[in-house]
């Protein structure tokens, strides 16, 4: 069988040795040097052009149905929760938890959930809205494990490493959430990212309204192509009297967006974090779709109070 074996950075170390292993059992392998960004990123392109058998795509878990053979090998970590009990001091205000972790740590929820019941916490764990897999389980782009329980908890808590993914449900929630990082021995609550990341919404829309030529970003990627979307978006930015074209790519260089200098602002249809994670890569302001509605309400709210004055 020709496979083509696909490894996120932090596990690409482990490539060559997952590559000899099947070579042994008769296999003809071949390893993607491209980076992932998860299971909504397969190497299918890669794979279709070797003329693989199959996919093996490992560190996530399966993302939606896709027509090709493909495998999912999930990597699960036992972190120490001795870090557990150092948390109850923040959360001893706190009657009702609700707990979220990534696919890595699933495993251990019934654990983490037993230890804080047993410190006499009511604990929730959520379903997540579609993407992620896993009750409990949050992705960058799926926070509903978190989101659909918010309002039946008094706070929220992330098990696991990174910012990445708790930042993700912290914008979608209101209660406080504390996030405890296992790996480097860190707890802390990180509610104030909410204030920060909605400024910075606010200035990009406002920094916006003088837009006249909007540029759509659509990813190819497996996971992340929202056509329908983006021509639905091009066409509201156009019945404003406004200008946007669709602008195609698997993974986007900021460098050559920058170069596109017609454009006054960019509108993202792909992985809704572009969106909220790389706005600082370039200068011009980078939409979501939820934030270019407002610059269009906002504009007909301008053009409707001069025309009264005028």
């Keep these: 069988m020709r496979i083509l074996l696909q490894f996120p950075e932090g596990l690409k170390q482990y490539a060559m040795d997952y590559?000899?292993?099947l070579e042994e059992k008769g296999n003809e392998v071949f390893i993607s040097a491209s980076p992932t960004f998860g299971a909504c990123d397969l190497a299918l392109d890669e794979a279709k052009n070797i003329k693989a058998d199959k996919l093996i795509h490992f560190g996530h878990a399966e993302f939606h149905n896709v027509d090709f053979n493909v495998e999912y090998v999930?990597?699960?970590i036992d972190a120490n929760l001795s870090i557990l009990k150092n948390s109850l001091e923040q959360l001893k205000k706190f009657k009702t938890i609700g707990i979220v972790t990534t696919v890595q740590h699933v495993h251990q929820l019934d654990d983490i959930k037993r230890f804080y019941e047993e410190n006499g916490k009511t604990v929730v764990i959520g379903k997540p809205y579609g993407f992620a897999k896993k009750n409990g389980q949050i992705l960058g782009c799926d926070i509903g494990s978190a989101a659909s329980i918010d309002n039946i908890v008094d706070?929220?808590?992330?098990?696991?490493?990174?910012?990445?993914?708790?930042?993700?449900?912290?914008?979608?929630?209101?209660?406080?959430?504390?996030?405890?990082?296992?790996?480097v021995n860190k707890i802390e609550f990180i509610d104030s990212y909410r204030e920060t990341y909605t400024k910075r919404s606010k200035g990009k829309v406002l920094s916006s309204l003088n837009a006249k030529n909007f540029g759509v970003l659509l990813s190819t990627k497996n996971g992340q192509h929202n056509g329908n979307l983006a021509k639905i978006l091009k066409k509201k930015i156009e019945r404003n009297g406004l200008n946007a074209e669709i602008l195609v790519a698997n993974t986007f260089d900021f460098t050559s967006l920058e170069n596109m200098r017609e454009f006054d602002a960019f509108v993202n249809t792909a992985c809704p974090r572009?969106?909220?994670?790389?706005?600082d890569r370039i200068s011009k302001?980078?939409?979501s779709a939820n934030e270019l509605m407002e610059v269009l309400r906002m504009k007909n709210e301008i053009s409707e109070i001069r025309a009264k004055s005028a």
Excluded: N, Q, R, W
């Excluded at 708790?166 to 296992?182: D, M």
């Design 285 to 287: 302001p980078l939409l």
């Design 74 to 76: 999930e990597f699960t």
């Design 19 to 21: 590559a000899k292993a």
């Design 274 to 279: 572009i969106s909220i994670d790389d706005t």
């Design 155 to 183: 706070c929220h808590v992330y098990f696991g490493g990174g910012m990445f993914h708790p930042l993700g449900a912290l914008l979608s929630t209101k209660k406080p959430f504390l996030v405890v990082e296992p790996f």
